[in-house]
């Protein structure tokens, strides 16, 4: 698609084209949501108050700070320098504007067949150059539902709704899928099931679909004008919710070329607390729209930024499991970083992939090059202490056999960058909890502030692939340093 004609219409899967100036409409609705989600008290840039349930001893709170900025409990909170380091104004994260794709084999879900195609666009580096729109909405229309009497197109009404403020699961979120154009970005939450993708099946299974529909539920309630209602969802289950919101607001920059600014005002407002899985959430919805991740949509955070080629590799992962997974193939004409970020997102596929199955993870993980291993354990251990689904033994096992593989230190890279993602979050489940002296042999505060730490080292420029290489390094080496003295 050339430049002009990128300005005049987006591609849908029927071939049929939406208009950007029609986009507006959808992208209004969305930013009425996020400024309606900006409400409240706030001190140290977070809400004084969040909505939530009763405190049932599923995750922990983390202390907060007053008003003057001071800890409840006197220790800083790993995470700290994430917020700390934040640049006035902001950093290029990805935006449309992707070369050209070369043709490539096509995933295995036929609506992210654009997504395949497009990982081979051109150069990533170059944000003034002239380039152009490959996009492809991907969105699906939802089937009619039967009525009563057995016929098709009777609309079934929607299922009732818990109280604002009351905990609840991402099916009971809502909102109903609104017609018109807001409902071609809309996603089916059944798209998480990992039955429908031909994943191994497990005891984890209910755990892992539950996160991946609170993604597409926080997506959802973006798009529909809602996004206050992602606070409503059980805590743990937040951060999957704001990845989501992520991807809409992504989304709708891309194509209303905005600029970015419905991602910024996401990070800088209500989901202030979650950083890194909004920036994960903007990668997936480059490779949603067909387009690799590139500079342009304004970032809060400098080096967060990097992690939309995480997300990238997620979304790739995912939703075309047989290419980049069964046939292991990557992105082309990507650099050594961009493809070790992409790996990573990868990793925690393979996390999915194989239901939290630790044995049939080590052995998907040895079918890969020695080369891409380091990265895909890194991922690894990112879901597997973010998202849960193993005990403590099995994730010992997990340690072990990354130890014998001799990549145990980049294993325990992710799940530092998981406890410190969850302590910024406010809310530790007890599967991450148990997950950091499993992995890391240290609780999850310490774990947290080693990749606090590191990122604190490379000081307030750090902005670049190789200082967010330099930042997992960091992690890895404190954590070779708490090995050597203990």
């Known amino acids: 698609m050339s430049d002009t004609e990128g300005s005049e219409g987006v591609a849908q899967s029927d071939g049929s084209a939406v208009s950007v100036a029609d986009v507006a ?8 949501a996020l400024v309606s989600g900006m409400t409240g008290t706030w001190a140290d840039g977070a809400p004084e108050t969040r909505p939530g349930g009763p405190d049932d001893g599923q995750a922990r709170r983390v202390p907060g700070k007053d008003a003057a900025g001071q800890e409840a409990s006197g220790k800083d909170a790993p995470g700290k320098a994430a917020r700390d380091t934040r640049e006035a104004g902001g950093k290029d994260i990805p935006e449309a504007g992707a070369e050209n794709a070369s043709a490539g084999d096509t995933g295995d879900d036929p609506e ?27 969105a699906e229309d939802a089937p009619e539902e039967a009525g009563a009497d057995g016929s098709a197109g009777t609309a079934l009404p929607p299922p009732s709704r818990p109280r604002r403020g009351e905990p609840c699961g991402p099916a009971e979120l809502g909102p109903a899928r609104p017609r018109g154009l807001s409902g071609l970005l809309w996603q089916d939450l059944g798209r998480a099931g990992l039955g429908a993708r031909r994943f191994r099946l497990g005891p984890a299974r209910s755990l892992l679909e539950s996160a991946g529909q609170a993604c597409l539920a926080g997506h959802n309630a973006v798009i529909a004008g809602e996004a206050e209602r992602i606070d409503d969802l059980h805590e743990e ?30 990070l800088s407002g209500q989901g202030l607390r979650h950083p890194h899985l909004i920036h994960l959430g903007a990668g997936r919805a480059y490779a949603r729209l067909g387009m690799r991740p590139t500079w342009g949509i304004r970032s809060v955070h400098p080096l967060l930024r990097w992690l939309a080629f ?13 290419r980049t997974i069964g046939r292991q193939r990557t992105a082309g004409l990507m650099d050594r970083t961009r493809r070790a970020i992409f790996d990573q997102g990868v990793g925690r596929t393979l996390w999915f992939h194989e239901c939290a199955g630790v044995d049939d993870v080590v052995l998907r993980i040895a079918e890969f090059p020695a080369g891409r291993r380091a990265d895909l354990w890194s991922g690894v251990g990112l879901a597997a202490a973010y998202v849960g689904g ?4 099995e994730l010992e096992r997990l340690g072990a ?26 809310t530790v489940p007890e599967h991450t909890a148990a997950a950091a002296p499993a992995l890391c042999g240290v609780e999850v505060e310490e774990a947290g502030h080693w990749a606090d730490t590191a990122l604190v080292t490379l000081g307030r420029g750090a902005h ?7 930042w997992r390094a960091g992690v890895r080496k404190a954590w070779a340093r708490r090995n050597r003295d203990s």
């Open 25 to 32: 409409d959808v992208a209004d609705v969305a930013d009425r």
């Open 112 to 138: 992210e067949a654009g997504a395949e195609e497009a990982l081979g666009a051109g150069a990533e580096d170059d944000p003034e150059g002239d380039t152009e729109d490959t996009s492809k909405a991907g």
């Open 464 to 470: 670049s692939g190789d200082h967010y290489q330099a």
């Open 310 to 322: 995480d997300g990238f590799g997620f979304h790739q992962g995912f939703f075309a499991s047989d």
């Open 390 to 393: 193993a005990d403590v033994r």
């Open 401 to 426: 056999a990354a130890t014998e593989d001799g990549f145990r230190a980049h294993l325990v890279q992710g799940a530092a960058f998981a406890c410190a993602a969850r302590l910024i979050s406010g």
């Open 237 to 266: 289950l937040r951060g999957f919710a704001y990845e989501g919101a992520g991807m809409a607001c992504a989304t709708l920059d891309v194509l209303t070329f905005t600029g970015g600014r419905r991602l910024k005002s996401l």
